[in-house]
């Protein structure tokens, strides 16, 4: 179900809160916790029952293989001492012992890698295989038919946030022994379809905090504030924006220099209410159980480089992609070209992850693109005046959500000649009021505060209290006109 | 990118500050009952205004101001069906819009009351959902329902949400999911306007159901042999493309909507009189099915006999077939494209179908009727200006 619907604003969340802190009060932490669990498969089933299997496997999967490999990583010590006996090869014990581990080592790195390919096939056949399919029909001229696999929802989330326990238990930093907290921090519905990406680093030991086991006012006061404020950036601001954008891509079929700016410049700010919005209500939810996700947006158009943009939007994504292929790649230590190559691939990569499609990829393409000219400039070392760093940086970011958003390379083409089509610059079918719309929800995204310095700055104010439940009946009443929320395919 | 990004990603994840001095308990608690207090408020406002003007009129008949009927069907229907006297109703799509009550009343006389329910491009599930509304008035006594091949295409249980959710608490009988309708902008929107209207002398008159949806006037200069051959162009392009997606056709899925939504009415209500019909298209739109979307075409057919099987048995059931009568389908001077009629025609049906003069009453004039639209569709020859 959605964070937008009835059903889960006035059934389920409130219900799921209820029946966890009435368990806890209670001191069935166990009972609490599995509750959660059961509540959030409940969740994830909603839109398609037949998915729950698949979440099901995949969370028991990579637990067994997890425990499997954490349980014969190298303690540290272990590690440190073969670091020493390294220096002193005249130690038969220590030189048995790693031959051994170097057994152990091929084992445990040949099942990491068995660990990961299945989650990537996983991923691969129900998100990819008919994108396969359709280029393969269109190289070679065969006539396969299409599976018509539906896309179990979250499943790019969810199996990029289990590669990265895989990899860690392979290292030997993390060690679960409770396939029911795995679990829970897999599917603890508030980040399950749409994130913030999660590092079982900052999720496990919240769930075994006692100190997490009380009611907190406070949390629970910010978490109404920060989910009423997320349901204002989807209902209101971004599904009021999303009719300007689909008109431009989808329906018209020329447009004007002011149609196709009303049209990119709607679609990067309902993208980013949208999705921030989403996330808001993800980490509102998840305080009401006094659980604190990490951020995952920070006014990422005010960023004066590309650089800053990727720790500004999506921040989750961006830093499961640098930890878990950039760095692996080399990161920056192989020299320059390689830096390059590694930035490339890794925006491919994130690219093809936000949909199975050639535009996706070639978003991907011109992100890597960008951040490798920045470097570029960052070692020739011109200043840039802060104003044109931030437009040039703006526009590129809205210029390439344009071949994010179209369905059909001949949409993207189409807005794009628009933005320059300087014969034909009037307002064409367009409204004023779009206008004013797009006007402002420029001016939030740019100059107000976002959500998370209001989180810092957080005061129970009664006027507050009430501004909080205005926004969530106003968010509540629009919702039917609501329209889906965008991250879904990916 | 690089590796400062782990930093400062790490540094973003704790989102709230430690709690400040000043917020104690008490300040919490304050924040939340502002804000519960807030939302109450406004919640139980906004419903009582919406329930007492109800402009959908779904609670009860407007009675102190002049009523704004909504164009909406999908919305509309749902209160006219509870709220109105009648026994007779009209189901189906924009087949059924040109039918006009009160002289459907005249034609089928001893006190005959119609309401039309129908709903333009419907499926017939949504023309059940509009059915069973009036059904489950006790009142209805007579259901006249058209029956369009495309209506059962897309399933048993389709509801047309391409432009937003369906109100489906309309339509059951969960009072609880009602406040959706209680707590809804547009609901609030239309509200405003009737209080606008009333307080400053505005009220314009209401149009009368029995031209509610009629789309005669408005399409009046469309009744020319330009517009059909424009749309037949149109149509012919459309099922090309059709075709060559390889759009396929279900007869076993159309069956299945039928008995899921018709035969289960007809089954689960013997005390009504039931007249189903098949509209008459143009054999410019029959003809074009038979070219270019041949299953289609002949599930069309294959349909009649499937229904004519399961129907027979009712004493209470109609079925009158008039897409064979060449007076009707070759004449394009009476549709304003390729398959809507005017409605001359649908008076002529309703004349026809209190005389039974298109009713078939037998599996072998099921059969007949389908050679002879067959035999049509086969020798017409469509004369059409390129």
């Known amino acids: 179900m959605l964070f937008n619907s009835y059903v889960y604003i006035l059934a389920f969340l409130p219900i799921s809160l209820a029946v966890y802190w009435f368990l806890i009060r209670m001191s069935y932490v166990t009972a609490a916790k599995l509750w959660l669990t059961a509540a959030s498969f409940f969740f994830y089933g909603w839109w398609d029952i037949r998915y729950v299997p698949i979440l099901a496997v995949s969370i028991l999967f990579n637990y067994a293989i997890g425990v499997w490999l954490a349980a014969r990583a190298p303690s540290h010590e272990e590690a440190s001492q073969d670091a020493k006996a390294h220096g002193q090869d005249h130690l038969g014990g220590a030189n048995r012992r790693r031959g051994n581990r170097r057994s152990t080592e091929r084992a445990r790195r040949l099942m990491l890698v068995l660990g990961i390919a299945a989650n990537v096939i996983l991923l691969g056949y129900f998100k990819y295989m008919d994108f396969f399919i359709e280029n393969i029909n269109f190289l070679f001229h065969t006539g396969w038919d299409l599976l018509g696999i539906v896309l179990p929802i979250g499943i790019s989330f969810y199996t990029f946030t289990q590669i990265a326990y895989l990899v860690d238990a392979y290292k030997g930093e993390v060690r679960e022994n409770s396939l029911l907290n795995y679990a829970l921090f897999v599917v603890f519905f508030p980040q399950l379809i749409a994130g913030p990406i999660l590092h079982h680093r900052e999720m496990m030991p919240q769930f075994a905090d006692p100190g997490n086991y009380r009611v907190n006012s406070r949390n629970f006061a910010l978490g109404l504030t920060v989910f009423a404020a997320g349901l204002v950036k989807k209902v ?25 700016w009303i049209t990119s410049l709607s679609y990067s700010f309902q993208l980013y209410f949208d999705f921030s919005g989403y ?10 159980f006094n659980i604190k996700l990490p951020f995952n947006f920070d006014s990422p158009y005010k960023s004066l480089n ?3 943009f990727w720790r500004r939007w999506h921040m989750t994504l961006g830093r499961f992609l640098m930890n878990y292929i950039y760095i692996p790649l080399g990161g920056n230590r192989r020299g320059q070209a390689r830096t390059y190559l590694n930035l490339m691939v890794t925006f491919l990569i994130g690219g093809f992850w936000h949909g199975a499609g050639w535009t ?29 760093a931030w437009f040039l940086t703006f526009q590129f970011v809205n210029a390439s959500w344009v071949f994010f958003r179209a369905q059909e390379w001949e949409d993207a083409i189409k807005v794009l000649r628009g933005m320059v089509n300087f014969e034909s610059i009037g307002l064409g079918s367009a409204a004023w009021s779009s206008v004013a719309l797009v006007a402002g929800a420029f001016v939030m995204a740019i100059a107000f505060r976002n ?4 989180q810092t700055r957080f005061r129970p104010r009664v006027y507050l209290g009430v501004a909080v439940a205005a926004g969530m009946m106003l968010a509540l009443i629009r919702m039917n006109r609501i329209s889906e929320f965008l991250y879904f395919n990916f | 990118m690089n590796e400062e990004m782990q930093a400062s990603a790490k540094h973003h994840i704790e989102p709230t500050a430690p709690a400040p001095e000043s917020a104690t308990a008490g300040g919490y608690a304050r924040f939340l009952w502002a804000a519960g207090i807030t939302a109450l408020l406004l919640f139980a406002g906004v419903c009582t205004v919406n329930y007492l003007v109800d402009p959908l009129q779904f609670y009860r008949q407007a009675s102190w101001y002049t009523p704004i009927f909504s164009e909406e ?22 087949m059924t819009e040109n039918f006009v009550p009160s002289q459907v009343d005249a034609v089928f006389g001893e006190g005959t009351k119609t309401l039309k329910l129908s709903i333009s491009g419907s499926s017939l599930y949504e023309e059940r959902l509009a059915g069973e509304v009036a059904l489950r008035t006790g009142q209805v006594k007579r259901i006249i329902w058209g029956l369009d091949y495309a209506s059962f295409r897309g399933g048993k249980e389709l509801l047309h949400e391409e432009y937003g959710p369906y109100p489906i608490y309309l339509y059951d009988t969960n009072i609880w999911n009602d406040v959706q309708y209680l707590y809804n902008i547009s609901t609030l929107e239309d509200s405003l306007r009737v209080l606008k209207r009333k307080l400053t002398n505005t009220e314009q008159p209401a149009i009368p159901l029995d031209l509610l949806n009629n789309w005669q006037k408005k399409y009046n200069y469309a009744f020319q042999l330009k517009y059909v051959y424009d749309h037949y162009k149109q149509a012919r392009e459309a099922d090309i493309q059709a075709a060559q997606e390889g ?18 009415v007809v089954r689960e209500h013997p005390e009504v009189e039931y007249h189903f019909f098949y509209p008459p298209y143009s054999i410019l739109r029959f003809q074009l099915w038979y070219e270019y979307q041949p299953e289609r075409f002949y599930n069309q057919l294959e349909i009649k006999k499937y229904i004519y099987d399961q129907l027979s048995a009712y004493p209470n059931v109609h079925i009158h077939d008039f897409q064979s009568e060449m007076e009707i389908t070759h004449r394009l001077e009476n549709y304003k494209d390729v398959s809507h009629y005017s409605q001359a025609i649908n008076q002529y049906m309703i004349e026809q179908m209190a005389a039974g003069t298109y009713e078939t009453r037998s599996m072998e004039e099921v059969i007949r009727v389908n050679g002879e639209l067959l035999n049509q569709v086969r020798n017409y020859q469509a004369d059409i200006p390129e």
């Open chain 1, 236 to 260: 209101v601001i971004a599904d009021t924006l999303a009719p300007i954008a689909s008109y431009g891509f989808d329906e018209a079929t020329a447009l004007t220099l002011v149609e196709a």
């Open chain 1, 306 to 308: 590309i650089q800053v």
């Open chain 2, 247 to 264: 759009e396929t056709d279900s007869l076993a899925a159309a069956q299945e909507s039928f008995e899921h939504n018709v035969l289960r």
């Open chain 2, 73 to 94: 069907q999908r919305f509309q229907n749902a209160g006219l069906a509870r709220n109105w006297e009648y026994d007779t109703i009209i189901l189906g799509t924009s």
């Open chain 1, 451 to 454: 959500t998370n310095e209001w």
């Open chain 1, 279 to 288: 996330t808001d209500m993800a980490i509102g939810a998840a305080l009401l």
């Open chain 1, 360 to 388: 996706f990829i070639f978003w991907g393409f011109l992100h890597g693109a960008a951040l490798v000219i920045h470097r570029i400039w960052k070692r020739i070392g011109i200043q840039m005046p802060k104003l044109v």
